[in-house]
């Protein structure tokens, strides 16, 4: 395609890692860096893509490789498949996005039945030339033409029997010799050709094989698993052997500029004397403390050392190197930024702002908000020893061993005094009492948002959903997990944040929330624009908000508080209630409570907004099953409240125009509760009342009318903003009208995506959408990162729409995606004033507002040619 | 607002309708005319709407009334109060839309205790002056005052039953004096103040009273039912009064330019001598035909056809007058547009064409599509006598009556010889046999888009659904309708059209599809742009569908041949499936089944396009209600596949992905009907295979993909189109990559509506949705009108970006919306090719599509300065 699809280490090329790939990248900057490195060049992605889509290698390659390889012929001074002073490569993978260990790399390309004598001469170690000779054999064979590696271990186990070897060490350069014969023996077995001798042509075949490697079947598992994208490609580096295994005076490594899993600054790593590196990466041996090498070869230490400081400044990120000593010489083999733990990428961000090597704007956009999450939950000590009984999605995260109970009642009153885990095929807002007093849940059905998943990461708690190897026996109080038959009140655990579950108690390690993890966000909030609100239902959640640093809520559900145990009687008794006055005389019961909820919550948030939400649920979700209702009356009301899409039915608004009497009675309890905090703190609260699923402007226009009307019946002095929820096309379509009847919009981006895309968040997770993703029809799951191009373009219209009648309209996202990275950067890109989110997911939202922040002045600075 | 507020009937007034009213406008393009008309004034809307708006009248309206009282007191030389000639004037309302007896008038105002004296003097009348003032003070009592009506006729009866006398004209000139004075008191007694004898104060109070009348609760009512906005406000006409009452030689009478029942030319109205225009609306005494005023009044009768032809002459429609004859003299009170039946409209206006009076194009542009539906159904005889039992939604157009039976099986029995109604709560996929048998249906439950009123319309068959007073119980096979108990078998009648039940049965009169109706859709489809298609499952329905003239079938829905007797064990053993292989065997026995439905088809639409949408519905449809099945497996897949919210869920090409091989064998049914129906016909059809719920391109690549794999593998030779519908929003948001995959998109409006607005049909339509129309909260019933300003916007926005990417695809729309007059005409601005709607509105989409290209002709000729 670019006519040029190689390029020497020693060359500049444009394109960076999206061209060269990460390790050919790394290679070329170090050797302009000077440091050591082994000679060689890349094959670009650029060469990988075309070659996939013909089947072919493309026109011109071969040749830009022949003048490539004779440059390093001349560099060298070697001859490739020279019978006397043979040059040696590897050819190695490099994709642009790291992915270790899924593509193929074969090592010693050019010995063959004469270079090894040359080998073997020129370093004059016989046993050292048959052992590399070998290896390429098996490599080969493996690698290009897909022999099982089981053969080529079976022969090496059969000869190390013959000989009486223990180890590979063992054997004499006699036995390689004869190793070599039956390997080349076993390759025409089982490819019907010899041993290809031509160095050239081993070169060749080797290039297609590490093409072909990127399809292979666990490559596109792992991109799948990772979001990577399927048409990047790989390069391929061909890379001048350098030998770690040439003796006493040789070895290879590994080492990290800071320890990964603290961050802590200091030596750590792994040294293997006269070794390879497949060596290390292949187990045989145990390597040593990267300070062994320093008394073996003190002189390639310090300059590891050395080149160890280089790269970190020079990167201004923690490396993560391999490197080969060969006769005390110190070669790189790779570097790259070091995947840590978050703790450690906390820690060392931190320091390296300590030590003036990256300012705290760096630090800010190179944490993963991501990976904080594993900070704020306990986790499975990750030294346990235990057997996964079962999978499920990881709905919310944390871990959490305790009792199976198998119904929220018993929940209720056994998790006050120990552990227990919910157990149950899902949760209904009936089991909210259970799962309060739960360690975890756990459900065979339901998906990411089903309702043990959203209540479960609302507060915080583990949950494993969508378990489909769990069945329930209710009437046997049995559960089958997987193989296991368990009993309710045996102990299982489960781990939120990757869905497994497991039969028995597993240790825990504690959340870890530090000071480095204070000062990362402080640095953050110096530097969003997004406000970070939170979801929070109780003064309980509020105050663990403010906690995690959240600057006001953003969603208050008050259906919630229909569903304690002492209230749903009376809620009850108002759905049940026969005429208006009945349900007045219900209402005003209900009142009280309401209003003390409130205060709680005001008093928690005082001097932050609060948005509190209007009653949403279709009102057949406070009565109990209709199989579970014997009152004949209490029946028929059941039924008459049954409906067919209930996500589409009676809810939302609809209920607040129905029966404005509902409304009426949660405004006058806000504003009852605003006098009353203010009365009793001096401050009065920010009060922002939101009405829910509104399609149409004149739905609001009443209801804000309804809302105006009873506010000032309680007072005249509370200040207080009145918005919606927009959660339907149809709002985001006609955002211009319903903005001229509210103070504010919230994006409820949850029932945005179920009727944008028409995926009912019940029925789709689990069932189609996780077999759309198993099979690549979408990428991500909508639920989890808003799915930008679709129910994204549709919040840019009702934002533009919605300030084209109300330029000052404060608007913010209350559905999941708040808390959710991308989606936070997205909604910055919109211009929203707020995101919310529930409160374990603030610290990630501050931090994620942060990077969008930067990340968009950052192309301002290149815009601007800075 | 204007400044002025008041116009004679002699002074030209720019505003039309929408300022003088319809009534005031009509007076004032007559007396232009030269028409004779009698004197007056017109006080505008404007002044109504503020008046309306402020509660009091406007500043400077009285100023202005006085002046023109002043005008018409010069004109006709008395005085408005003089006790000695006085001018007596009419008060009648007048709005924009007529609203026939909505509103209120009041005559003979000018009255009082001396003028009645004046008046008896100048006309010589006693009688008729003592006369007139008590219907003064009658009519001023019950519009000014609101005196209950029956007051006054207590009143009237009781002196008729002193004096014996049998009718009001027995009355003399005393007693008629006598009933002044008893009047008089009555009003006293109801309002505490004695009737005003300032005439200038009675024009105020009647003015003031004519424009409340806007805002009482029956013209409301009307409005709603009319779509009729609440702001247009009434007109007041202010008319000298001529009395028809004055003797044998005036009269006075209405009168139509064509009959309205039948639109043939010629003489047609009633007339009454010696009476005013309140005694014929009154209907205290009987009209006569029109010709009897031939030999009464001859040369009042000459004039009043010189008017008639005149009239039509000048507006070129067909004129519904009111006319008084005052001593020979012929006075025009009002005239307007006829209302007429469908079949007088159509004759009317081809008739028109044929006298020169009006064009084609005019003709065409004036028949009201909707009324046209009342012509392809039978309908009630317009004579019958019969009680209303009940009344439920006018679900689909129609009158039937016949035995109700209460199940399916039944009615596709006894349906067989005898005919029957299907009664029950709500109808479900498995009755359609019964459905098919029966004459109409009749539901409890369910909304206009409901199953039983969905497959009712698309069969052209009556429904009425949602009929709360419906309830039935199956165990003594009785219902109760109303206040009346039936048992099964009992004959019931329906109206489809409007809604009405009636227990026994009521003499029907046929479907009128006469010449005039095919001459004027002859001229409409000269001049529409849009293509009309039908929805059409089976070769009965194509067939029919062709009769009324489409073009193709824009919707053929393949689940409805799922559902037929011999199937749906083939279907159900296919869900039950326990892998992929079962699966296809079962697929294999539907295969042939498919594919000679698609022979018929494609032989009934032979030269014309058919649109097959592949499997939609989710797979649960065709399994029993789990209580009714027995078998254990069938029970737990019944389970696994129930869902909480089915319209969005496993459905669509959800379907199609899940479970290829169902499609796979839809496709090589498709193909292979079009080869054999190509073999035998020799014309191959014009096939197109539709995907159902894309909401993502992939969804589309890949099922093309196998459309076109699966296609291939049975014939090369069969050209077809692949495309989708749009019936999401994500769809249409991201119509542009969608485009890239499809040659065509069909606009599925019915479920766009439901995920756009968030309103599942089946909940909201008896529920939230009609107290929403009740209230006003819509004006409209969005599945039934498409909601232009929200899912039309959707779709505008799917229409632009669907052609960014692909110019020349096909764009239709297949939702019910497809045959709604308003919303066709929303579609031919949108530019889409075609609309297509069940066949029994095939007639009325081509009308209104040519409508659609006329008004666009119109617009952009007056545009171009024409």
Redesign the interface.
């Known amino acids: 395609m670019s006519g040029r699809y190689v390029f020497d280490f020693d060359e500049p090329a444009e394109g960076g890692k999206g061209l060269l790939g990460g390790k050919g990248a790394g290679l070329a900057e170090m050797t302009a860096l000077g440091i050591p490195v082994p000679a060689g060049f890349t094959i670009t992605t650029d060469a990988s893509r075309d070659y996939l889509e013909a089947k072919e290698l493309p026109e011109g390659l071969e040749a830009e490789i022949d003048e490539h390889l004779t440059a390093l012929e001349e560099r060298t001074g070697k001859g490739f498949g020279d019978p006397d002073d043979p040059l040696l490569v590897s050819v190695r993978s490099g994709a642009a996005v790291s992915m270790p260990g899924m593509m193929d790399t074969i090592l010693n390309l050019g010995l063959n039945d004469d270079s090894v004598e040359g080998l073997a001469e020129t370093t004059g170690n016989e046993r050292f030339a048959q052992d590399s000779y070998r290896r390429l054999i098996q490599m080969y064979g493996e690698v290009v033409d897909g022999i099982d590696a089981d053969n080529f271990e079976r022969a090496l186990a059969e000869l190390k029997k013959q000989r009486g070897a223990q180890q590979d060490v063992d054997l004499s350069a006699g036995d390689l010799e004869q190793l070599v014969s039956n390997f080349k023996e076993l390759y025409e077995q089982e490819t019907g050709s010899s041993f290809p001798q031509d160095a050239r042509e081993q070169l060749s075949r080797a290039v297609r094989a590490v093409f072909d490697s990127w399809d292979n079947p666990r490559a596109q598992v792992y991109r799948r698993a990772h979001h990577i994208p399927d048409d990047l490609g790989t390069a391929v580096n061909v890379v001048q052997m350098v030998f770690g295994n040439k003796g006493g005076r040789s070895g290879t490594g590994v080492a990290f500029t800071r320890d990964p899993s603290t961050g802590e600054a200091g030596l750590y790593g792994e040294f293997l004397a006269n070794a390879q590196g497949e060596d290390v990466v292949a187990g045989i041996r145990t390597p040593q403390p990267l300070q062994e090498m320093k008394e073996r070869l003190p002189e390639a230490f310090e300059q590891l050392l050395d080149t160890m400081r280089r790269l970190e400044e020079h990167y201004r990120d923690m490396q993560d190197i391999e490197f080969t000593v060969e006769d005390d010489r110190l070669y790189l083999l790779q570097t790259r930024s070091a995947k840590r733990t978050a703790a450690a990428a906390l820690k060392a961000a931190v320091e390296m702002v300590d030590e003036g090597l990256i300012s705290r704007e760096d630090a800010v956009a190179r944490i993963d908000p991501a990976q904080l999450d594993q900070l704020l939950h306990p986790m499975l000590d990750p030294n346990a020893d235990y057997e996964i009984a079962a999978k499920g999605l990881n709905a919310s995260p944390g871990a959490a061993s305790g009792k199976i109970v198998l119904d929220a009642d018993t929940a209720a009153q056994q998790g006050e005094t120990e552990p227990v885990i919910l157990v149950g095929w899902e949760t209904s807002p009936d089991d909210i009492h259970g799962m309060i007093a739960a360690q975890g849940i756990l459900t065979a059905h339901g998906g990411m948002t089903s309702h043990a998943a959203v209540v479960a990461r609302g507060m915080g708690k583990p949950c494993v959903a969508g378990c489909e190897e769990l069945s329930i026996d209710a009437d046997t109080h049995s559960v089958r997990i997987g193989r296991h038959e368990l009993a309710e009140g045996d102990v299982i655990t489960i781990d939120g944040g990757s869905g497994i579950v497991i039969a028995g108690p597993v240790e825990l390690v504690a959340p870890q929330i530090n000071e480095d993890f204070e000062t990362i966000l402080g640095w953050a909030d110096n530097n969003r624009r997004l406000q970070v609100r939170a979801n929070a239902d109780t003064p309980e959640d509020a105050a663990k908000a403010r906690e995690f640093g959240a600057q006001g809520i953003g969603l208050c559900r008050t259906e919630h508080m229909f569903m304690a145990d002492e209230r749903l009687p009376i809620v009850r008794e108002m759905i049940m209630a026969s005429g208006e006055d009945e349900r007045r005389d219900a209402l005003e019961k209900l009142l009280p409570m309401q209003q003390s909820d409130f205060e709680g919550i005001f008093e928690a948030m005082a001097g932050l907004p609060v948005t509190i939400r209007l009653l949403d649920p279709p009102l057949h979700e406070f009565l109990p099953p209709l199989e579970e209702a014997t009152d004949q009356r209490m029946r028929e009301r059941i039924k008459s409240l049954q ?8 809810r ?1 608004c ?1 209920l607040g ?2 029966w404005p009497e509902i409304y009426e009675m949660q405004v006058r309890a806000i504003i009852r509760a605003a006098v009353a905090v203010e009365e009793r703190t001096g401050e009065a609260p920010l009060v922002e009342i939101m009405h829910p ?1 509104v ?2 402007a ?2 609001l226009h ?1 209801l804000r009318a309804i809302t105006i009307a009873t506010a000032n019946e309680e007072s005249e002095e509370v200040e207080y903003l009145v918005g919606t929820m927009i ?4 709002a985001c ?2 955002a211009d ?1 319903i903005a001229e009847h509210a103070d504010f919009f919230s994006f409820g981006t949850n ?1 945005l995506t ?7 968040r ?3 997770e689990g ?2 959408l996780t ?2 993703l198993e ?1 690549g ?2 990428e991500r799951n909508p639920f989890e990162t808003l ?1 930008q ?3 994204g ?2 919040m840019r219209v009702a934002v533009e729409r919605g300030r084209s009648t109300r330029e000052d309209i404060k608007m913010g996202i209350c559905g999941e995606h708040g808390g959710e990275p991308a989606s936070v950067a997205f909604c910055h890109g919109l211009g929203l004033d707020y995101v919310s989110c529930s409160p374990y997911r603030v610290p990630l939202a501050r931090l994620a507002a942060a990077q969008a922040a930067l990340a968009e002045r950052g192309a301002a600075y290149v815009a601007a040619g800075g």
């Open positions: 409906e067919s899409n209930p996500m589409l039915g009676t939302g609809r125009l129905l699923l399609g149409f004149e739905e009443r959660e339907l096309p149809r379509i006609r009208e029932d179920q009727t944008t895309l028409g995926f009912s019940d029925d789709a069932k189609f077999r759309y099979d029809v979408l799915d191009s679709g129910v373009d549709l």
